[in-house]
């Protein structure tokens, strides 16, 4: 019947031996899980190389019968040696400890003898070589999705900080005509510039505790077993930071040398997902959806490109000068806007989308006793080194399903699907319905300064 034909079909399209007897294998398929290992390179929020995510699975290209004739970028800056506060609580004492017992590592952690750390005290927050070769990479990436947009592209925003501009001077040497390109640093709140790009930074009110309680208790509950399993390896007794330090480690050695650290083989799955739910956890409560400051947050940057897609293409004088001359003033004609910031916001922006909040109404629940295996909020995805979430204007014809202007958005290159706006092509929302989400959003999350009080800036 159907099934051995099928079968029959299989074998001779694969005409493999070892696949005769895996009748459960579909016929052509892209590997995308066969074959399938883990990587605890994928599970690092905030700490891990740049990779591409997967999402839900939406291909990449623009849909058929449409183009992208904008798209804008909020991108973090790429690797550093170390988040200070990070070194400090959890590697700076481990590597205190190892310095003095070298010698009685021993079975897996045997290597740990001759183990340097690589992390340059005095360059923490500085990018490394290969978080400037990634950055090349990442524009290189873009170049290839934006053939069109990148030529357009003369000015790029960075804020004051080395590790941004750096970033930003890195990942546009992959565009032609780099050298013409100017990148401006945003110093001053102009047009509300600062609450765009940086909107952490300029509310008084925004502090990075929410969550250290949480995911302190949530460490405590996984990271003594992992002591103890490692407990024959070890010179010293690891406390709970150690062992978060260790597997930061992974992600840091891995992104400042651009090889996979050793450290990484180190902890089993369970262990790698126990730690990226404990920062899934403190990224909830300190930039998503736990933090009532969130969405304020958020909003700016989403306004001002809202106002900036409105503005271009709309041969209404008035509006296209305004976008000359408003915040950060594009130059005329521009198509492709970069901003780079901190991982602060891709983070907020997602929360203010609620792209990455369950389907549910209630909020998301994060125990500190379990894992929540099914939640929606995954930064690994979101916040690694170059992380990045973007708005593409599409432009549809009616071979595409739906003739009009659409927005998608895009993170770490896969769309994301906005809740209640999805009836464009490939599951993009019509440009109209987006601008009324954003006055929506306005009204209930627009007074930035009253919730964030005002800040003395130096
Ligand atoms: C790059 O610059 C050259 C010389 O200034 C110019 O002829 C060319 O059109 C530019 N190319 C792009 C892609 O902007
Ligand atoms: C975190 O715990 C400390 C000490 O138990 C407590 O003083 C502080 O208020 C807690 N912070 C939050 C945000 O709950
Ligand atoms: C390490 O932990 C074990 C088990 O809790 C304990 O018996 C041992 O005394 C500890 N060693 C040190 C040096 O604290
Ligand atoms: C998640 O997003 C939906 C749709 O935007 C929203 O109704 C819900 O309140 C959000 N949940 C949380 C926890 O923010
Ligand atoms: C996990 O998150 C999902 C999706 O947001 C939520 O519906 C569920 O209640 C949570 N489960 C636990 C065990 O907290
Ligand atoms: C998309 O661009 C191509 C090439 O420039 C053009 O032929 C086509 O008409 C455009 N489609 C839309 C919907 O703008």
New binding site residues.
Partial sequence: MFLPSLILLAVAHLGSSQQLYNAQQPLNPYDHSQGYQFDPLLHLPGISPYFDAVAFGLGHNAPSGCNVTAASYIIRHSAIYANDEEYETYIKPFLKKLEKNKDDWSGPLEFMKHWQSPILEDHLEDITPSGAEDAVRVGLHLLERYRDL??TTKRILADKKARTYDTAKNFIKAF??AS?IELVRITKDKDGAMDALIPHKSCAAFNKEPGKNETAEFISNYAPFVSNRLRPYTAFNLTDNDVVGLQQLCGYESAIKGTRSPICAVFNDAEWMAYEYAWDLKYAHMVGPLNPLSPYLGFPWLQAQTKLFSAIDSHDKAKEEDHDNKGPGWPKGQRLFLSFTHREVPPFVATALGIFNSSSTAKEEFPTDRINWTRAWKMSDLIPFLGHVGLEKLTCDASSGREGEFIRVIANSAPRPIPNCQKGPSASCPFEDFKEIMRAGDDKYGDFHAVCGTKSRH
């Fill in positions: 990148v030529p032609p005509n013409e």
